[in-house]
């Protein structure tokens, strides 16, 4: 079974991913989430004219959606395992994500595991850490 998400499907779903799962990623994989830090400043200054402060992963869609990318720095296998994703890969690779942790991510019942198999999905194209 395929699963079609659109743009904006894919988007909120890796947002959530990002919300949920990105520590668990990082530490538990020995991998860090590096960006350039003047289009971290770039997608932090766009305000949405709410006046509350705009959250970590909010800004790293801001990022993507600016155009910009995203790295998942591999410190632990020297580089191997290191990636780079743009929002291009968001939305490509979102929707190929195990039927059934992104139905339970649709649905809104997913968890931390959830979060760990879209994210690596994006930016490895499969699941390497388990």
């Known amino acids: 079974m395929r699963v079609l998400l659109t743009h ?32 971290y400043q770039d997608a932090r200054k766009k305000d949405d004219g709410s006046g509350y402060e705009t959250c970590h992963e909010d800004i790293l869609m801001g990022i993507l959606r600016n155009g910009g990318a995203l790295t998942m720095e591999d410190i ?15 939305h490509e690779q979102v929707q190929n994500t195990n039927i059934a942790h992104l139905m339970d991510a649709i649905n809104e019942n997913g968890d ?4 760990d198999v879209i ?3 994006v930016f490895f194209n499969e699941i390497i850490f388990a």
Do not use: H, P
Not at 112 to 115: G, K, L, R, V
């Open 8 to 39: 904006e499907e894919s988007e909120e779903l890796f947002l959530t991913a990002l919300c949920d799962g990105l520590e668990w990623v990082e530490g538990g994989y020995d991998l860090e989430l590096t960006y350039d830090l003047q289009q």
């Open 76 to 90: 632990g296998c020297e580089g191997e395992y290191t990636r780079t994703i743009t929002m291009k890969d968001v």
């Open 112 to 115: 931390a595991i959830t979060a």
């Open 119 to 121: 994210l690596q999905q």
